[in-house]
């Protein structure tokens, strides 16, 4: 078996990478019908099928995935080859696929990446929002913002900032309720709950420099998303226990305080992580020192 054409497999991973041939063939210039002669040519070559197609659906095979993985890195290193030979930071080229919380990412990654993208116009993003925990090497993801300890030893992490998460409530509220001086004092409060996968977080673990205490909470009104208590919350329903980089604008514009301050759970880690094994493309490592850079001051805190 021979590979002659080196860009049948660029194209067969823009076509994994978009989620169809119609998509790869727009982004590389190229016409549908270029796209499906070159993934032929790629198949009789391997001989092997490498994606399953209908009118409807393209599904790539178990076979496929496996030749994805061999194929990814080897690009990475003829990329990387490429980059040596040019001059500047203009050389920097190729898609970066990055998947980040929702309320995170939809703010404060996608302001990272417009601002990337003015230094690196020619790096392409494929940016997926979501509070569920991906699977780097499943999803064929590049990076992904945790909020969160590293569990996993597969991955490399590199520490953004610290998530703290705060007690807050809005003025209203606290003009009819009343201001708790003391963390006890939360459970006479309406407080606004998490619940993720039915399990609701009843229980409030708060430190000061001195002491712990682990208040024990009981509330009707619990949503499985952020935003949806930040609402609440803004709109006078409860004291809330939200994430600083969540709520800080709302803080600036005096619809929601901070109450007792001295008070707050315990930190974790934002981090930018990646698959371990792999070749790092230098536009994966100009964007994580990027990023390391841009929230060295927390963009929620400037």
Same mark, same amino acid.
């Given at each position: 078996m021979?590979?002659r054409?080196?860009?049948d497999l660029?194209?067969?991973?823009?076509?994994? +990478? @978009?989620?169809?041939f119609?998509?790869?063939?727009? #982004?590389?210039g190229?016409?549908?019908? #270029?796209?499906?002669?070159?993934?032929?040519?790629?198949? $009789?070559?391997l001989?092997?099928v490498l994606?399953?197609?209908?009118t409807?659906?393209?599904r790539? @095979?178990p076979?496929?995935?496996l030749i994805?993985?061999?194929?990814?890195?080897?690009? &990475?290193?003829v990329?990387?080859?490429?980059e040596?030979?040019?001059?500047?930071?203009?050389s920097? &080229?190729?898609l970066?696929?990055? @998947?980040?919380?929702?309320?995170?990412?939809?703010t %404060?990654?996608?302001?990272a990446?417009a601002?990337?993208?003015?230094k690196?116009?020619?790096?392409?993003?494929?940016?997926?929002? @979501? +509070?569920k925990?991906?699977? =780097? %090497?499943k999803?064929?993801?590049?990076?992904?913002i945790?909020?969160?300890?590293?569990?996993?030893?597969?991955?490399?992490?590199?520490?953004?900032?610290?998530?703290?998460?705060i007690?807050?409530?809005?003025?209203?509220?606290?003009?009819?309720?009343?201001?708790p001086?003391?963390?006890e004092?939360?459970?006479?409060?309406n407080?606004l709950?998490f619940?993720?996968?039915?399990?609701?977080?009843?229980?409030?673990? =708060?430190?000061? $420099?001195?002491n712990?205490k682990?208040?024990s909470?009981?509330?009707?009104?619990?949503?499985n998303n952020?935003?949806?208590?930040?609402?609440?919350?803004?709109?006078? =329903?409860?004291i809330?226990l939200r994430?600083t980089?969540?709520?800080?604008?709302?803080?600036r514009?005096?619809k929601?305080?901070?109450?007792l301050p001295?008070w707050q759970e315990?930190t974790?880690?934002?981090?930018?992580?990646?698959a371990?094994?792999r070749?790092?493309?230098?536009?994966?490592?100009?964007f994580?020192?990027?990023l &390391?850079?841009?929230? $060295?001051?927390?963009?929620?805190?400037?």
């Amino acid at each position: 078996m021979v590979l002659r054409n080196l860009e049948d497999l660029s194209v067969f991973i823009r076509i994994i +990478d @978009t989620g169809s041939f119609t998509a790869a063939a727009r #982004t590389l210039g190229l016409s549908p019908t #270029t796209v499906s002669k070159q993934i032929a040519r790629l198949e $009789k070559n391997l001989g092997i099928v490498l994606f399953v197609r209908n009118t409807r659906s393209l599904r790539i @095979t178990p076979e496929g995935k496996l030749i994805a993985e061999k194929v990814r890195a080897a690009l &990475t290193l003829v990329e990387e080859a490429a980059e040596i030979a040019k001059d500047g930071n203009e050389s920097l &080229t190729g898609l970066i696929r990055l @998947t980040a919380p929702v309320p995170l990412g939809r703010t %404060y990654v996608t302001e990272a990446i417009a601002e990337f993208r003015k230094k690196y116009p020619s790096v392409g993003f494929i940016l997926h929002l @979501t +509070d569920k925990v991906v699977d =780097l %090497y499943k999803a064929e993801m590049d990076l992904a913002i945790r909020v969160a300890n590293l569990t996993d030893s597969r991955l490399i992490a590199r520490r953004l900032s610290e998530n703290k998460r705060i007690l807050v409530a809005s003025p209203n509220y606290l003009k009819l309720h009343g201001e708790p001086q003391d963390p006890e004092e939360l459970a006479n409060h309406n407080c606004l709950l998490f619940s993720a996968s039915g399990n609701k977080s009843t229980i409030w673990s =708060l430190h000061n $420099k001195k002491n712990t205490k682990a208040i024990s909470l009981s509330s009707d009104l619990i949503a499985n998303n952020g935003d949806v208590l930040r609402t609440w919350c803004a709109a006078g =329903l409860g004291i809330a226990l939200r994430e600083t980089w969540d709520v800080a604008g709302l803080i600036r514009s005096n619809k929601l305080i901070q109450i007792l301050p001295e008070w707050q759970e315990e930190t974790s880690p934002i981090n930018v992580v990646r698959a371990g094994k792999r070749p790092v493309p230098q536009r994966i490592k100009s964007f994580i020192e990027f990023l &390391t850079e841009e929230w $060295k001051i927390p963009p929620w805190d400037k």
